[in-house]
């Protein structure tokens, strides 16, 4: 019965061919059960349904493991997260460009408000002129720190801000001159504009671009720029014709510039000084400083006949600006009249004073000592003869009972314009006297300036062997104003930073230029002759002038032994002063009191 049956079912037929083998090419590929492809969803190879467990492997490029990777944090589960996380990282990379570029725009104005409140520009100004004015600045003080200035970047751009102030939208009332006010200027061109309908801001501030200007030309007086690569040389290492020898160039700087490709690096500096001294709308302290500078220039480039008379041309500026000038000044030999501090008589004002002072010294540096002594002694009988007026101080003002009270008042009140000052547009500061007032003197005392026009005088009556007695008379007694104008413990008046600078120069002048007489006083044959004869002061009775003693009693041995001891003591003070000083400033702080 068996074997009936396996008869039966051999007699059915095989319906089902058989498949042929798979003759492709590719290798087996098992499907990875961690990642969730579209395989799952649509079949790429065969019809029949795909499930997780049972599906076929996939036929397609094997993923590399980085797309492996990426496909499996892009799968359906984590669509949505990895969509939030793109759209965080963009919102947040969006705000935090927004917030560097707006702390870099606060951080920016910061700077320019505190650069405006320390040394503030004009108000009238565009704002771009304004910055092309504090950017020159800055790098004329070096405050980057690299320990040089850049002279060609300075130029550059004070030179675009006064194209701006000249020709741009500032030069809005800016008047050509007419003929020049009939002045030839040779080399240079035109004259300066006229600047009367501008404000004083305004004028400071264009007087400031010119003299940075005329500045920037005497540093580049020597240079070259090479117009093929823009860079600024010395004219020095010019390879050309007229330079057969040229300095050689560090390798590090190229090739040399060639004769054909070279140009002057800026304009010369009395194209900008005549902007001035031509110029309109000016005032007369501010043309003088042009006349000082131009003069000191021409000085340096071996013309003193040429600066002599551009000094000259300072002291006629000077007087020129006084209402009453017939009579005060002599014509042909520049000396003050003595009739100045008469009554009725006219007066000199401290910009004549100064023109007079300026043009003597030049005088006595070419060597004409003649001429520059009774200058220099008309000056300083002109100052000692002054009117005096006392300017009334807080501390003097104050009575016994009030004193605390008004400090404390007085602390409000500054603490109340501090405040209110952050709030205001802090102006340009512009002198409140123009020097062209009567002179008057602030104090019944000698002041430093007297002192240097004593040591002026000292030095030039000790050229002559004849009159050596009376040059130490005259540096023994400027020495003498300066240490008592700086011992402020004797009740002295507080002095501005600019004047105690300039009493320790006339200080540390006043002793070098005394050892130097004593020793030569020593040296001679007949020292001790003149050592017996003191300090008598000769042929002009200065002593007159302060008071029968010099306006203090030194209290100093006539002996040159004596004063030789002095002028160590003196010394060793002064080497005390600066070392305390240089320690001072290192800690951050400023400026120090004489140490009498």
């Known amino acids: 019965m068996f074997s009936r049956r396996l008869l039966r079912l051999s007699r059915i037929p095989n319906l089902r061919r058989p498949r042929p083998p798979n003759l492709s090419s590719s290798p087996f590929k098992s499907r990875l059960f961690t990642q969730n492809s579209q395989l799952l969803l649509v079949a790429r190879h065969t019809p029949r349904p795909q499930l997780p467990y049972l599906a076929q492997p996939s036929f397609a490029r094997r993923a590399s493991p980085f797309d492996q990777h990426v496909l499996r ?102 008047a050509e001159l007419v003929d020049g006010e009939g002045i030839s200027i040779a080399d240079v061109g035109r004259a300066g504009y006229d600047i009367t309908g501008k404000s004083e801001q305004w004028r400071a501030g264009y007087f400031e671009v010119l003299m940075g200007c005329a500045e920037a030309a005497e540093q580049l007086h020597d240079m070259v720029v090479d117009k093929s690569r823009g860079l600024v040389y010395p004219g020095e290492v010019v390879v050309g014709p007229s330079h057969p020898d040229p300095r050689p160039l560090p390798s590090y700087l190229g090739n040399p510039p060639r004769e054909e490709d070279v140009a002057p690096a800026f304009e010369a500096p009395e ?30 480039q071996g013309t003193p006949q040429t600066a002599g008379e551009v000094y000259k041309w300072g002291v006629d500026i000077a007087l020129a600006a006084l209402p009453l000038q017939d009579g005060i000044i002599d014509k042909m030999t520049s000396v003050l009249s003595a009739r100045t501090s008469d009554a009725g008589a006219a007066v000199v004002s401290p910009n004549l004073l100064s023109a007079t002072k300026a043009l003597a010294v030049h005088r006595a540096r070419t060597g004409d000592e003649s001429s520059a002594l009774p200058m220099l002694l008309s000056i300083l009988r002109a100052r000692s003869t002054a009117p005096l007026v006392i300017e009334s101080s807080p501390r003097n003002a104050l009575t016994d009972g009030k004193t605390t009270n008004a400090s404390e008042s007085a602390g409000l009140d500054a603490l109340s314009q501090s405040i ?65 104008a700086l011992d402020t413990k004797q009740g002295a008046r507080p002095l501005p930073e600019a004047e105690r600078i300039k009493c320790r120069a006339c200080l540390s002048t006043g002793v070098a230029n005394w050892e130097t007489m004593l020793q030569q006083r020593m040296a001679s044959s007949d020292g001790a002759s003149e050592s017996a004869r003191g300090t008598s002061a000769g042929w002009l009775d200065w002593r007159s002038w302060f008071g029968g003693s010099g306006g203090r009693n030194d209290g100093y041995e006539d002996s040159t032994v004596g004063q030789l001891r002095h002028v160590a003591e003196l010394k060793m003070r002064l080497a005390k002063q600066k070392v305390d000083e240089d320690l001072y400033r290192s800690r951050g702080g400023g400026g120090i009191v004489w140490i009498g």
């Open 73 to 174: 944090l892009l799968s359906t589960e984590n669509r949505v997260y990895v969509k939030d996380q793109l759209w965080l990282a963009a919102r947040w990379t969006a705000i935090g460009w927004t917030v560097l570029v707006l702390t870099g725009i606060a951080y920016f104005g910061w700077q320019i408000e505190t650069d405006e409140r320390s040394r503030p520009t004009p108000a009238e100004w565009s704002f771009f002129t304004r910055n092309l004015l504090r950017g020159a600045r800055f790098d004329r003080e070096d405050r980057a720190g690299t320990g040089r200035v850049d002279w060609a970047k300075v130029a550059s751009t004070y030179l675009a801000a006064l194209v701006r102030l000249e020709e741009g939208k500032d030069a809005r009332g800016v």
């Open 420 to 484: 209110v000052g952050l709030f205001q547009t802090r102006l340009m500061a512009v002198p409140s006297q123009t020097g062209d007032e009567p002179f008057t003197r602030p104090s019944a005392e000698p002041s430093c300036e007297e002192s240097e026009l004593m040591l002026y005088i000292g030095e030039i009556l000790s050229a002559g062997s004849s009159a050596s007695s009376e040059g130490l008379a005259w540096t023994r007694q400027a020495v003498t104003i300066a240490e008592a």
């Open 271 to 300: 194209v900008f000084y005549m902007r001035v001294l031509t110029g309109r709308g000016f005032s007369t302290q501010q043309r003088l400083d042009a006349v000082w500078r131009y003069a000191n220039w021409l000085e340096l």
